[in-house]
């Protein structure tokens, strides 16, 4: 069974850390990995050599692997180059992603030489798109998948409440395998997703970024929200908490 059909219908977790997170560590993501494929996860998204290398390792499921970079005056970061493409190509991805927004790209090569490149690796090619022109791009530069990834982190769609539905559909309308990724923050979204005609749904923060979850519930506790006692200065001069 091909990879595309493998995840066809399923859910694939992103299993990425905040920076400074004590989980940015390849076997700690590893480990994530391993939980989500082993509860139902049809695949898994990672970031940087080190990373998609131990998750390939890991699990057997399709990996979508991806290396964030920047470069000096270039907006595109996610697998900008094709030194990126083979990085992620090396260590272990079965399917490489790569912004598609249309922004000059560091190594001025167009969608379709990066399409190119990742076929000519034996790996099939995932289109990180921010807008409906961008997918149509994508498709017709032979894209095998398109997604919603970059909705949202471009200057034309800053903003853009996410999930980004309508840009589902645009996906799903392209011909090639559609990909909701982004925002997506809760099972009835991924629900939505499916209606609207995604292939597969790709959820990361909601489920793995743990310290996000923790902080968000910390601010809820008792210590978090406890009423700062005001100070009130006496005619003597001292202090006394009111």
Not at 14 to 30: G, I, K, R, W
Not at 91 to 102: E, K, M
Not at 146 to 165: D, K, N, R, S, W
């Given at each position: 069974?091909?990879?595309?059909?493998?995840?066809?219908?399923?859910?694939?977790?992103?299993?990425?850390?905040e920076?400074?997170?004590?989980l940015n560590?390849?076997?700690?993501?590893?480990m994530?990995a391993?939980?989500?494929?082993?509860?139902?996860?049809a695949?898994?998204?990672?970031?940087?050599?080190?990373?998609?290398g131990?998750?390939?390792?890991?699990?057997?499921?399709?990996v979508i692997?991806?290396v964030?970079?920047?470069?000096?005056g270039?907006?595109?970061?996610?697998?900008a180059?094709?030194?990126?493409?083979a990085?992620?190509?090396?260590?272990?991805a079965d399917?490489v992603a790569?912004?598609?927004?249309g922004?000059?790209?560091?190594?001025g090569?167009s969608d379709e030489?990066?399409?190119r490149?990742?076929?000519?690796?034996?790996?099939?090619?995932?289109?990180d798109c921010?807008?409906?022109p961008?997918?149509?791009?994508?498709?017709?530069?032979?894209?095998d998948?398109?997604?919603?990834t970059?909705?949202?982190?471009?200057?034309?769609?800053?903003?853009?409440?996410?999930p980004?539905?309508?840009?589902?559909?645009?996906?799903?309308?392209?011909?090639s395998?559609?990909?909701?990724?982004?925002?997506?923050?809760?099972?009835?979204?991924?629900?939505?997703?499916?209606?609207?005609?995604?292939?597969?749904?790709?959820?990361?923060?909601?489920?793995t970024?743990?310290?996000?979850?923790v902080?968000?519930?910390?601010?809820?506790?008792?210590?978090?929200t406890?009423?700062?006692?005001?100070?009130?200065?006496?005619?003597?001069?001292?202090?006394?908490?009111?």
């Amino acid at each position: 069974m091909s990879a595309l059909e493998r995840l066809r219908g399923g859910l694939v977790v992103s299993v990425q850390a905040e920076a400074t997170s004590p989980l940015n560590a390849s076997d700690a993501l590893a480990m994530l990995a391993s939980v989500a494929v082993a509860n139902g996860a049809a695949g898994v998204r990672a970031e940087g050599s080190a990373r998609i290398g131990a998750i390939r390792r890991a699990v057997g499921v399709p990996v979508i692997g991806l290396v964030k970079r920047a470069y000096r005056g270039f907006a595109p970061y996610i697998t900008a180059t094709a030194r990126e493409v083979a990085e992620a190509v090396a260590a272990g991805a079965d399917i490489v992603a790569f912004d598609a927004t249309g922004r000059a790209r560091p190594d001025g090569r167009s969608d379709e030489a990066v399409v190119r490149d990742i076929h000519a690796r034996g790996k099939l090619a995932m289109a990180d798109c921010a807008a409906p022109p961008d997918v149509a791009r994508a498709a017709a530069a032979g894209a095998d998948i398109v997604g919603t990834t970059m909705c949202g982190y471009t200057a034309e769609t800053a903003g853009t409440p996410l999930p980004a539905i309508d840009l589902v559909r645009a996906c799903a309308a392209s011909g090639s395998f559609a990909i909701a990724e982004g925002g997506v923050m809760s099972p009835d979204e991924v629900r939505a997703a499916f209606a609207a005609g995604a292939a597969c749904v790709v959820v990361g923060t909601a489920i793995t970024n743990v310290d996000a979850l923790v902080r968000r519930f910390a601010a809820a506790s008792r210590r978090a929200t406890e009423r700062v006692h005001p100070i009130e200065v006496l005619a003597d001069g001292s202090q006394r908490t009111s």
